[in-house]
């Protein structure tokens, strides 16, 4: 099946440092990449759209100046919280999609956590 | 707007038992349908599709979907669990115009198996 590769596994980082993550789809194209977040026993939380060589769209509430998306091609994606506060603390995850009608296939998610 | 409903927070079922994860959706459109499962500190796992054709679909680790049409519902079952099945699962819709076919999810089911 589709493999998409999200590094790091994990993070821990100072406040006010800028942490970036990368979401690979490794033998497919993805035309569309999603970010989600997720709280603890609560479900996903949509943050951004983003599709290859065009600008993301961002969620309601999302601050797109702090959370950076880059989808430069068809194969990667990237997140980054700049200026990272104890409040971005989380676990991130990436999915990339095909076709409007395919499941979409998730990266294994990124901890990570801002002292 | 699209929506998905998981009415139950948690499901228990003994081993061996049948088990059965409720999920109703709210679409305009034809919807596409998903089941994913997740275990901790992991992304989530494609389980099964209902794009079209069999209202009865088969997934991973034996697990089957029914699409009800008129009553809008897509329950996720499987006739014998098992404790390895106790994880968090989700139901996802993809819907919409023009291209516009970002995923919902709903807010997750945590199922638990005991031995």
């Known amino acids: 099946g589709a493999v998409v590769s999200q590094h790091p596994s994990w993070v821990i980082c100072k406040s006010g440092t800028s942490v970036k993550i990368e979401c690979r789809s490794l033998?497919?194209?993805?035309?569309?990449m999603f970010w989600y977040r997720q709280f603890p026993k609560q479900s996903l939380m949509l943050m951004a759209t983003?599709?290859?060589?065009?600008?993301?769209?961002?969620e309601q509430g999302v601050e797109k100046d702090k959370f950076l998306i880059n989808h430069a091609s068809l194969t990667l994606s990237t997140l980054t919280v700049t200026s990272a506060h104890p409040e971005d603390s989380s676990f991130y995850i990436c999915?990339?999609?095909?076709?409007?009608?395919?499941?979409?296939?998730f990266g294994n998610g990124t901890r990570l956590t801002v002292t | 707007a699209q929506s998905v409903a998981q009415p139950e927070d948690q499901v228990n079922v003994a081993e061996g038992n049948p088990l059965t994860v409720k999920c109703t959706y709210s679409?305009?459109?034809?919807?596409?349908l998903f089941w994913y499962v997740q275990y901790p500190n992991r992304g989530l796992q494609f389980l099964l599709k209902?794009?079209?054709?069999?209202?009865l679909v088969k997934g991973s680790y034996g697990f089957e979907a029914e699409f009800n049409k008129s009553q809008t519902s897509f329950h996720l079952k499987k006739p014998s669990a098992l404790v390895s099945d106790s994880a968090l699962y989700f139901c996802?819709?993809?819907?919409?115009?023009?291209?516009?076919?970002?995923?919902?999810f709903g807010r997750g089911t945590s199922l638990i198996v005991h031995p």
């Open positions: 999915s990339a999609s095909g076709r409007y009608n395919s499941p979409l296939h």
């Open positions: 033998d497919f194209q993805a035309t569309t």
């Open positions: 983003s599709n290859e060589g065009s600008k993301a769209t961002y």
């Open positions: 679409v305009s459109g034809n919807p596409y």
């Open positions: 209902y794009i079209t054709g069999d209202n």
């Open positions: 996802a819709v993809r819907a919409g115009v023009r291209g516009s076919y970002i995923p919902t």
